[in-house]
């Protein structure tokens, strides 16, 4: 299916909710910019309901490319920039054909005999099989084609049993993907989210574990128990454990963490497993345009909440609440909703806006160099979405995002829900009791703090007479990319 077809079924999905024509237009070009830069990174992420799965295999064409002397577009693949990339590169075909001596010559010939029909360069002239494998039900090679500062991988997809020659002439797959030290690459063979895979290829003696799921301590960390994988080094997934986490440790560090799948920070808002209609009551009669708009922000937070739960494989919440809906910056400025547990502890998620959206996982100076460029969706139609974790049943801070060029941002902005009858929010500083470093007045329920990402603070919630409330120990990150507070990890 292609990409235009996958977005106007989105649209049409979206009519009933969603007044623009077309809501996902500039986010689906957004993410297939970034799945092209990323074919192997997070994000996202991811089973279903992140842009890989929307978007299925990058096609040839896709990544860097050049012609050649008819005017034809090749692959000439991306620099090589690490050792870790050598490491992969150089690792054993991994895989059930390894072992097939023969099979793993013929291919590595025909891929390099039949480089022009693929529309690879004579500039990147080796060929190597990193992966061959028929386990799965289908047969999947993966190729590198390389030179000594440049490497471009190539993923082929038939059934299984199909002799070499005619497989390379009837295939699904992808040319001109970029070599990460850990390539994760679509594995399922069939379109449908029943088909979902992902092979997961760390370079040899690495160890590959997987955490289907997790649970959220009272200090608002996130534990997971971690599964090496049965073949050590590389990790395939089917569409029933495509959620959780994964992790790659090389010589006693850890170098991966994050999301399982294709990591991106697209969240797709409809036609996904989680729909906008399972959170908010029906509108009564007479509904004030205000009123729909916080609705659809309040519905479409709770698609958010229970796709990123889900993503990330935390406990199903079977009743998330609104804990607070409005304006941020008020009349002019989209509907905001934070959506939480009904305990009151426990994930939280902030969803500005009313469509498909994307996620903040940093802030504007942690985004990764290779995610720099991008398109500038400051003032498309999209939604923003920011994570974080309340210890308290009275107190839910979580971080204002904002749209900073092709990116959802956290910002200096903190937004507290206080228990009813607060007045006041003041965040006073762990090293100095009693001085406050910010504070604000409770608006509409809600109070917006100018406070840095990471400050050591205690939120406390104060009614008119100065009286407390509650109190709650502020707890995130202070650097780097986190969902629901816990860190991604990218240490190649």
Same mark, same amino acid.
């Given at each position: 299916?292609?990409?235009?077809?996958?977005?106007t079924g989105l649209a049409r999905?979206?009519?009933?909710?969603?007044?623009?024509?077309?809501p996902y237009g500039r986010l689906?070009?957004?993410?297939?910019?970034?799945?092209?830069?990323?074919?192997?990174?997070?994000?996202?992420?991811?089973?279903?309901?992140?842009?890989?799965?929307?978007?299925?295999?990058?096609?040839?064409?896709?990544?860097?490319?050049?012609?050649?002397?008819?005017?034809?577009?090749? $692959?000439? !693949?991306?620099?090589?920039?690490?050792?870790?990339?050598?490491?992969?590169?150089?690792s054993p075909t991994r895989g059930?054909?390894? $072992?097939? /001596?023969? =099979?793993?010559? %013929?291919?590595?010939?025909?891929?390099?005999?039949?480089?022009?029909? #693929?529309?690879?360069?004579?500039?990147?002239?080796?060929?190597?099989?990193?992966?061959?494998? %028929?386990?799965?039900?289908?047969?999947?090679?993966?190729?590198?084609?390389?030179?000594? *500062?440049?490497?471009? #991988?190539?993923?082929?997809?038939?059934?299984?049993? *199909?002799?070499?020659?005619?497989? =390379?002439? @009837?295939?699904?797959?992808?040319? @001109?993907?970029? +070599?990460?030290?850990?390539?994760?690459?679509?594995?399922?063979?069939?379109?449908?989210?029943?088909?979902?895979? &992902?092979?997961?290829?760390?370079?040899?003696?690495?160890?590959?574990?997987?955490?289907?799921?997790?649970?959220?301590?009272?200090?608002?960390?996130?534990?997971?128990?971690?599964?090496?994988?049965?073949?050590?080094?590389?990790?395939?997934?089917? $569409?029933?454990?495509?959620?959780?986490?994964?992790?790659?440790?090389?010589?006693?560090?850890?170098?991966?963490?994050?999301?399982?799948?294709?990591?991106?920070?697209?969240?797709? !808002? %409809?036609?996904?497993?989680?729909?906008?209609?399972?959170?908010?009551?029906?509108?009564?009669?007479?509904? *004030?345009?205000?009123?729909?708009?916080?609705?659809?922000?309040?519905? &479409?937070?709770?698609?958010?909440?229970?796709?990123?739960?889900?993503?990330? !494989?935390?406990?199903?919440?079977?009743?998330?609440?609104?804990?607070?809906?409005?304006?941020?910056?008020?009349?002019?400025?989209?509907?905001?909703?934070?959506?939480?547990?009904?305990?009151? *502890? /426990?994930?939280?998620?902030?969803?500005?806006?009313?469509? /498909?959206?994307?996620? $903040?996982?940093?802030?504007?100076?942690?985004?990764?160099?290779?995610?720099?460029?991008?398109?500038?969706?400051?003032?498309?139609?999209?939604?923003?979405?920011?994570?974080?974790?309340?210890?308290?049943?009275? #107190?839910?801070?979580?971080?204002?995002?904002?749209?900073?060029?092709?990116?959802?941002? =956290?910002?200096?902005?903190?937004?507290?829900?206080?228990?009813?009858?607060?007045?006041?929010?003041?965040?006073?500083?762990?090293?100095?009791?009693? /001085?406050?470093?910010?504070?604000?007045?409770?608006?509409?329920?809600?109070?917006?703090?100018?406070?840095? +990402?990471?400050? %050591?603070?205690?939120?406390?919630? #104060?009614?008119?007479?100065?009286?407390?409330?509650?109190?709650?120990?502020?707890?995130?990150?202070?650097?780097?990319?986190?969902?629901?507070?816990?860190?991604?990890?990218?240490?190649?």
């Amino acid at each position: 299916m292609s990409v235009d077809e996958l977005r106007t079924g989105l649209a049409r999905i979206a009519e009933s909710v969603v007044p623009d024509e077309n809501p996902y237009g500039r986010l689906l070009r957004h993410a297939r910019r970034r799945k092209r830069r990323r074919l192997a990174g997070l994000g996202a992420a991811v089973a279903g309901v992140i842009a890989a799965a929307l978007l299925g295999p990058v096609t040839l064409g896709a990544g860097s490319g050049g012609q050649d002397p008819s005017g034809d577009w090749v $692959a000439t !693949g991306y620099p090589i920039t690490s050792d870790w990339e050598w490491r992969l590169i150089n690792s054993p075909t991994r895989g059930s054909l390894a $072992a097939d /001596g023969d =099979l793993i010559e %013929e291919l590595t010939r025909l891929f390099d005999r039949n480089r022009a029909e #693929l529309r690879v360069s004579e500039s990147l002239p080796q060929v190597k099989v990193l992966y061959a494998d %028929e386990s799965a039900g289908f047969r999947q090679i993966l190729v590198v084609y390389h030179s000594d *500062t440049a490497a471009a #991988l190539v993923d082929q997809k038939v059934p299984a049993g *199909t002799p070499p020659q005619q497989a =390379l002439r @009837n295939h699904t797959g992808f040319v @001109n993907g970029r +070599v990460s030290p850990f390539s994760v690459i679509d594995a399922a063979y069939l379109q449908g989210p029943e088909a979902q895979a &992902f092979l997961g290829l760390a370079p040899a003696g690495c160890i590959v574990s997987v955490a289907d799921g997790a649970v959220v301590g009272a200090d608002g960390a996130v534990r997971r128990r971690w599964e090496p994988s049965p073949t050590g080094d590389y990790v395939v997934l089917d $569409a029933s454990r495509v959620r959780g986490w994964w992790r790659v440790e090389c010589e006693g560090q850890v170098r991966v963490e994050e999301p399982v799948g294709d990591r991106s920070d697209v969240i797709r !808002g %409809e036609g996904g497993r989680y729909q906008p209609t399972e959170l908010a009551d029906a509108l009564p009669a007479g509904t *004030t345009s205000r009123r729909m708009d916080a609705w659809r922000a309040e519905r &479409f937070g709770g698609v958010s909440y229970r796709t990123l739960m889900d993503m990330t !494989g935390l406990p199903s919440t079977p009743d998330p609440v609104v804990r607070w809906s409005g304006r941020l910056d008020g009349e002019g400025h989209p509907e905001a909703a934070v959506v939480g547990p009904a305990s009151g *502890t /426990g994930p939280l998620v902030l969803h500005v806006g009313a469509q /498909g959206s994307l996620l $903040a996982l940093a802030g504007p100076g942690n985004i990764a160099s290779e995610d720099a460029a991008g398109e500038d969706l400051s003032s498309a139609k999209v939604s923003l979405v920011a994570t974080a974790v309340a210890t308290s049943a009275k #107190l839910a801070a979580v971080r204002v995002p904002a749209a900073s060029g092709g990116h959802a941002v =956290l910002t200096n902005r903190l937004l507290v829900v206080p228990p009813p009858g607060a007045a006041r929010v003041d965040a006073v500083a762990a090293e100095a009791p009693g /001085g406050v470093r910010a504070s604000a007045e409770v608006r509409s329920g809600a109070a917006v703090l100018t406070l840095d +990402v990471g400050a %050591e603070v205690t939120l406390r919630a #104060l009614d008119r007479t100065g009286a407390l409330l509650a109190s709650a120990p502020l707890r995130e990150l202070a650097r780097g990319e986190r969902i629901f507070n816990e860190p991604l990890v990218h240490a190649w």
